[in-house]
């Protein structure tokens, strides 16, 4: 691996949406080299090498022997396949998510990617959204959580369905918020594009009495990215493309369960509403920075490449959100021409102790 003073090298494999925007980012960052771009379709391979000013091929193998480390952004069918070919290569790997598609297909690559001693670390992005930052201090003890995401169709992930192309985002901040094993889950959808979901809506149970409800579309018109955690002093609203984040603390006799509305007379009510806010609910909007979240990903990764630190995003974590993909996968009712299939039973994968 090169010294803090050599340049780190890294290629990105697929020069797509995504890959464009790696490959941009990384010739920006201090001290990282773009050591090239692969990519199967000429045309776009050789646009961004051209942009990039790096070298191109068409196959990634040729691109690992000049890299000391990969982005891999290509579609999430070939995910599991190219991310062990470049671990057995020696090759450090960030891969955007989903880590693979199934715990079957993710599992092994997190097992050789830990006895190679190589970093593999998972694109879930929005760990690194400031707004979500600012809000973790005050996540304590989450024992709900509600996601909306949704947004047009892109034309984009057309191999997987909404569940592992948008929901799982958000099936990451919830088991890096609750860390208790998945007791149940519910999820129901419509496919009307293929045979994928093109939304679904799912509940999931966990041990510790935690309940996460999630909501996910990728045909709606309106886009929306939000979540609201409830812990047990406070309520947290995050927007993730607005970048803004508000806690509302709960005001001592609610949280004391002193208050009851239905044995105050109207006087009494009308009191209420005079010191509503901010005695029983402070709302307070906080700042958040106006970081780049991929630029911050790729920071964590080369850092966590050269001193051998674990990134924050590492591949159990990312097979704990293919884990939750899974179970709500499985838990589907799908509905298709007006004919559902029989939900099924949970398997959830885990890290271990």
Same mark, same amino acid.
């Given at each position: 691996?090169?010294?803090?003073?050599?340049?780190?090298?890294?290629?990105?494999?697929?020069?797509?949406?995504?890959?464009?925007?790696?490959?941009?980012?990384?010739?920006?960052?201090?001290?990282?080299?773009?050591?090239?771009?692969?990519?199967?379709?000429?045309?776009?391979?050789?646009?961004?090498?051209?942009?990039?000013?790096?070298?191109?091929?068409?196959?990634?193998?040729?691109?690992?022997?000049?890299?000391?480390?990969?982005?891999?952004?290509?579609?999430?069918?070939?995910?599991?396949?190219?991310?062990?070919?470049?671990?057995?290569?020696?090759?450090?790997?960030?891969?955007?998510?989903?880590?693979?598609?199934?715990?079957?297909?993710?599992?092994?690559?997190?097992?050789?990617?830990?006895?190679?001693?190589?970093?593999?670390?998972?694109?879930?992005?929005?760990?690194?959204?400031?707004?979500?930052?600012?809000?973790?201090?005050?996540?304590?003890?989450?024992?709900?959580?509600?996601?909306?995401?949704?947004?047009?169709?892109?034309?984009?992930?057309?191999?997987?369905?909404?569940?592992?192309?948008?929901?799982?985002?958000?099936?990451?901040?919830?088991?890096?918020?609750?860390?208790?094993?998945?007791?149940?889950?519910?999820?129901?959808?419509?496919?009307?594009?293929?045979?994928?979901?093109?939304?679904?809506?799912?509940?999931?149970?966990?041990?510790?009495?935690?309940?996460?409800?999630?909501?996910?579309?990728?045909?709606?018109?309106?886009?929306?990215?939000?979540?609201?955690?409830?812990?047990?002093?406070?309520?947290?609203?995050?927007?993730?493309?607005?970048?803004?984040?508000?806690?509302?603390?709960?005001?001592?006799?609610?949280?004391?369960?002193?208050?009851?509305?239905?044995?105050?007379?109207?006087?009494?009510?009308?009191?209420?509403?005079?010191?509503?806010?901010?005695?029983?609910?402070?709302?307070?909007?906080?700042?958040?920075?106006?970081?780049?979240?991929?630029?911050? !990903?790729?920071?964590?990764? $080369? /850092? @966590? *490449?050269?001193?051998?630190?674990?990134?924050?995003?590492? #591949? &159990?974590?990312?097979? !704990?959100?293919?884990?939750? $993909? /899974? @179970? *709500?996968?499985?838990?589907?009712?799908?509905?298709?021409? #007006? &004919?559902?299939?029989?939900?099924?039973?949970?398997?959830?994968?885990?890290?271990?102790?």
């Amino acid at each position: 691996m090169p010294d803090s003073h050599t340049p780190l090298r890294i290629g990105v494999i697929g020069a797509g949406r995504l890959g464009t925007f790696h490959a941009r980012k990384i010739k920006r960052l201090p001290n990282v080299a773009l050591a090239g771009i692969a990519d199967p379709v000429e045309a776009r391979r050789l646009a961004l090498a051209a942009e990039c000013d790096c070298p191109a091929w068409e196959d990634y193998r040729p691109l690992l022997a000049v890299c000391d480390a990969v982005v891999v952004a290509t579609p999430a069918s070939t995910h599991a396949g190219i991310v062990e070919e470049c671990l057995v290569k020696g090759r450090h790997v960030f891969v955007e998510k989903p880590l693979a598609l199934s715990v079957t297909e993710g599992e092994p690559l997190v097992h050789l990617a830990r006895q190679s001693g190589l970093v593999l670390q998972v694109g879930h992005i929005e760990r690194f959204n400031p707004a979500f930052q600012v809000a973790v201090p005050h996540m304590r003890d989450p024992w709900l959580v509600e996601s909306v995401r949704q947004g047009p169709f892109s034309f984009r992930s057309t191999d997987i369905g909404c569940v592992l192309d948008l929901m799982i985002h958000d099936l990451d901040l919830i088991r890096a918020m609750i860390a208790a094993p998945l007791s149940e889950v519910h999820a129901t959808g419509i496919a009307l594009l293929g045979p994928h979901e093109d939304t679904a809506q799912a509940e999931l149970r966990f041990a510790n009495g935690a309940t996460a409800l999630l909501k996910t579309s990728r045909i709606d018109r309106q886009p929306a990215r939000w979540m609201r955690v409830w812990t047990r002093d406070a309520i947290i609203d995050i927007d993730f493309a607005a970048r803004k984040t508000t806690v509302c603390h709960l005001g001592r006799k609610l949280l004391e369960g002193k208050l009851d509305i239905t044995r105050l007379s109207g006087t009494e009510l009308e009191e209420l509403r005079q010191a509503f806010e901010p005695q029983y609910f402070d709302h307070r909007e906080l700042t958040v920075s106006n970081q780049d979240p991929l630029e911050e !990903e790729l920071c964590d990764f $080369a /850092e @966590a *490449v050269r001193t051998g630190r674990p990134p924050m995003v590492t #591949g &159990e974590s990312g097979l !704990e959100a293919v884990a939750l $993909a /899974e @179970a *709500v996968i499985q838990s589907l009712e799908l509905h298709r021409m #007006g &004919e559902p299939l029989r939900p099924r039973a949970v398997r959830e994968w885990r890290r271990a102790a």
